[in-house]
């Protein structure tokens, strides 16, 4: 393996080149003659099998441009094979969506890095949206609270509306995740009387016989091991609740043991290693500056209830008053980081900042929101179509 890791850095550098070589060539001759018969100068490094492997450990973005290069690697890079082959091979970069008017995407691992400047691309033809998921680089969004849902891959900016069956104004809880076992992309809407599955493959909306679960939850579901997840938090009980994306089926997850109080409040999400994690906060000695503010459980082993672990706890004098700021858990990295989103209850602005358990403090950059609260999204680049989803 470390071999090929090699090979592709180093003919990474050849492709790299051929890239320049082409675009030189494009000036002179035109791009259309550059594509019909293009520069020669890769020829003989490589052979068809390699440049396959080799490619497909490359960015999305890169990709997009080396399309280009000829007709066969256009048709290559364009192949659906190709397309799922890039997702399990290219150790795929995480991004952080913002869905802000212009929407911008951030480059995780830049969070990580010591520079308290954070820089962000803006995608284009992309406003102010709603997302209601985010798997294998597709998003699924609403260009308005309450309008069309949309299937978006924002490293391609190709674009699927899905049929107008639905009112989704009215919604309690939505969800958008993969099926794998039939190879399908499937978005489910609560509503107030009914729960509705929308199936890529069949480009229809379906009702599923379990009124049982309307009013229980709300709001996004957590995707994680083939199925949507949420809290299902009341005065008697609090639960997980799943939504298996293969069967269409609901089943109850046992949380931690812990002991609730009025005064906390519950919320879920994954883990970098994809792990569920579930989060209790305490206002109340958020509020005095004492104690602990956050515990954050992670299920090491789904399905095993006798595996929650305590990872982190965060005193809340490490954090700002909260007055001031609100705190939301957004991921639980491999070193028991978290990065959290930081919301003004004042200014009304958001900022990331990522809390270092080691080091007991919080690492703030700047203001990334603005004008309203969003919880950024975390996605990864592919080359999935939203119209196929292949």
């Not at 080396?66 to 399990?88: E, G, M, Q």
């Not at 009124?211 to 709001?219: A, K, L, P, T």
Request: charged share 25%; hydrophobic share 35%.
């Amino acid at each position: 393996m470390g071999n090929i890791i090699f090979i592709s850095l180093s003919c990474y550098g050849v492709l790299s080149r051929c890239w320049d070589s082409i675009t030189r060539r494009a000036t002179y001759v035109g791009l259309e003659g550059a594509l019909s018969n293009p520069s020669p100068s890769w020829d003989g490094y490589i052979n068809d099998d390699l440049i396959v492997e080799i490619l497909s450990r490359l960015p999305a973005k890169s990709l997009l441009r080396f399309r280009c290069v000829c007709k066969s690697w256009l048709a290559l890079i364009s192949d659906p094979y190709f397309a799922r082959k890039h997702i399990s091979t290219y150790n795929n970069r995480l991004k952080l969506l913002e869905t802000v008017n212009p929407t911008r995407s951030i480059d995780f691992e830049a969070i990580l890095k010591d520079d308290d400047r954070v820089g962000y691309t803006v995608l284009p033809e992309a406003p102010r949206l709603w997302v209601l998921g985010s798997c294998n680089g597709l998003i699924c969004r609403e260009e308005d609270e309450g309008g069309d849902l949309i299937l978006w891959n924002p490293s391609t900016q190709d674009t699927y509306k899905l049929p107008e069956q639905i009112k989704t104004r009215n919604r309690q809880f939505f969800g958008f995740g993969y099926d794998s076992t039939n190879e399908d992309y499937k978005v489910i809407v609560g509503l107030e009387t009914e729960i509705t599955v929308f199936t890529l493959k069949t480009g229809s909306w379906k009702i599923v016989e379990q009124s049982e679960y309307v009013g229980r939850f709300c709001g996004e579901g957590c995707l994680l091991n083939g199925a949507l997840h949420w809290l299902e938090d009341s005065r008697s009980k609090f639960t997980i609740i799943s939504f298996d994306l293969v069967e269409e089926k609901f089943q109850e997850l046992p949380p931690p043991d812990i002991w609730r109080r009025k005064e906390v409040s519950l919320g879920i999400g994954k883990t970098i290693g994809n792990c569920l994690f579930l989060y209790l906060y305490d206002y109340k000695r958020h509020t005095s500056q004492t104690g602990i503010a956050f515990t954050i459980w992670v299920l090491n082993e789904y399905g095993v209830n006798e595996s929650w672990t305590i990872v982190v706890q965060i005193p809340s004098s490490s954090l700002s008053p909260c007055h001031i700021f609100d705190y939301e858990p957004i991921l639980v990295l491999e070193d028991d980081k978290v990065l959290m989103n930081r919301i003004s209850n004042r200014s009304e602005w958001n900022q990331l900042v990522l809390y270092n358990p080691k080091e007991n403090r919080q690492k703030k950059y700047r203001r990334l929101i603005h004008d309203y609260y969003i919880m950024p999204k975390l996605y990864v680049e592919t080359l999935v179509s939203p119209k196929t989803g292949r």
